[in-house]
């Protein structure tokens, strides 16, 4: 027998825990794929709302200087009033007063955007780092698996054909495992983003409660208090309905099933119309214009929920053709690795090492006379019960034969455990959606 036998017969347990650990890890490599696509995307998103918050304060700016120089203009004020045109005057500074608050709410609301996707680059860089770490232990049992196989198996083996087609299998069984497993990762990571959604458009529809409320109080002769409340709240709903936008097109880049669930118009108020019109008919017709906004995010609330429940489900459908794959190649697996394993235990088998050299100088020597008869020894009963149970089996030939170790099938409750990664990500969605509830 060979030292390239010896070593793998010797090395079995040590094969079996590297198929165990490769078993364990096989989702690493297409979730971090997936996580890299979802950083580097986000990075893209803050990029760009990092320039565009560059030219929202230079707009900002603008609109701020002509408005303070509109409405300090004491002067100019005088003036229209004078020649009979201060309506005109006040309307051109309602609109002056109005483009610097847009300017300034689109900037907040950017700033707002940016601050998110930080918080959330921050998180996938952390999931990052430890598929980075699982990647490396897994690449490294790969690494010692394919040295092990080397030793006896490199290429096409003409005297075992059969371990070239047991290959082949596994590499179809492989490369379909891995397919599904980004699709695995791509739904869990879509649920989990509208998962998101559903919750921060529940904030929204909560704001916009609240601006109905003020609104309604303000009809009654609230005061400028309770304009700066409803105006805030109208705030609040705007910058939820933006990062409700942003997470459901990420979902969207990532799963096209996911369909869009449509923007929401948030009201806006007018610190013109509130302070210098303000009046029973105004407010009634700011009220009707809330009530329109708030009636959208219901029933964009409803479309993001109904969203979030078919993602879900769509992760459970392709969560169990994961479970038929893993079968598939854990089948493919045991079937080459028991294959290999008996063609070298039958191969130690028919070639025995030859004798050594104690056993040919004792047979070349004399033998002493043989000892003279004796009575024979005593008969006694033969022991009841089975044989003793012995690690090897000796046939008639008298050739003894290693027990064949147990193929590797670990049992798998649920599709979670061939994926780690997605499971988080389920388990995260099934945890937000339980808590919006």
């Not at 075992?160 to 739904?187: C, S």
């Not at 309604?216 to 709240?233: F, I, P, Q, S, V």
Request: with cysteine; aromatic share 6%.
């Amino acid at each position: 027998m060979s030292t390239a036998e010896e070593a793998i017969i010797a090395n079995a347990d040590h094969h079996s825990s590297l198929l165990k650990t490769i078993a364990s890890l096989d989702y690493v490599p297409a979730a971090q794929k997936e996580q890299g696509r979802y950083i580097k995307d986000l990075e893209e998103q803050i990029q760009e709302t990092r320039e565009l918050i560059v030219k929202c304060k230079q707009k900002t700016a603008k609109e701020r200087k002509e408005h303070e120089a509109l409405r300090d203009s004491t002067a100019r004020r005088l003036a229209h009033k004078l020649i009979g045109k201060k309506e005109q005057y006040e309307a051109k500074e309602s609109k002056e007063e109005r483009e610097y608050v847009e300017a300034l709410e689109e900037e907040m609301r950017e700033k707002r955007k940016y601050e998110t996707s930080q918080s959330y680059l921050k998180e996938a860089q952390a999931v990052m780092a430890d598929l980075n770490e699982k990647r490396t232990l897994y690449e490294s049992a790969q690494a010692e698996l394919q040295a092990l196989y080397q030793r006896v198996f490199d290429g096409p083996t003409e005297s075992f054909p059969e371990d070239d087609k047991l290959e082949y299998d596994l590499d179809i069984a492989f490369r379909n495992h891995e397919k599904i497993l980004g699709q695995v990762n791509a739904e869990s990571r879509a649920a989990e983003l509208l998962a998101r959604a559903c919750l921060v458009m529940d904030s929204c529809q909560k704001s916009m409660q609240e601006a109905l409320g003020y609104s309604r109080y303000d009809m009654w002769g609230g005061g400028t208090l309770t304009d700066m409340m409803e105006r805030n709240a109208l705030a609040n709903a705007q910058t939820y309905a933006s990062q409700v936008e942003t997470l459901v097109d990420q979902a969207v880049y990532l799963s096209p099933a996911v369909k869009p669930v449509g923007r929401v118009n948030i009201a806006r108020g007018s610190i013109v119309s509130d302070v210098f019109f303000d009046n029973i008919f105004t407010d009634l017709n700011f009220y009707n214009k809330i009530k329109q906004s708030a009636a959208q995010v219901l029933l964009a609330n409803e479309r993001l929920r109904a969203e979030r429940d078919t993602a879900r489900r769509r992760v459970e459908e392709v969560g169990s053709q994961l479970n038929r794959s893993a079968d598939i190649l854990d089948r493919c697996r045991s079937e080459l690795d028991a294959f290999r394993r008996a063609t070298f235990e039958s191969y130690a088998a028919q070639h025995p090492p030859p004798p050594s050299y104690d056993v040919v100088t004792t047979a070349a020597a004399p033998q002493p006379p043989p000892p003279p008869a004796a009575s024979p020894p005593p008969a006694f009963p033969a022991p009841s019960g089975p044989p003793p149970a012995s690690s090897a089996i000796v046939d008639v030939a008298g050739v003894i034969t290693m027990p064949m170790p147990s193929p590797l099938t670990p049992p798998v409750a649920t599709w979670g455990s061939r994926n780690p990664y997605a499971s988080a990500l389920s388990e995260q969605t099934r945890k937000m959606s339980t808590d919006r509830l």
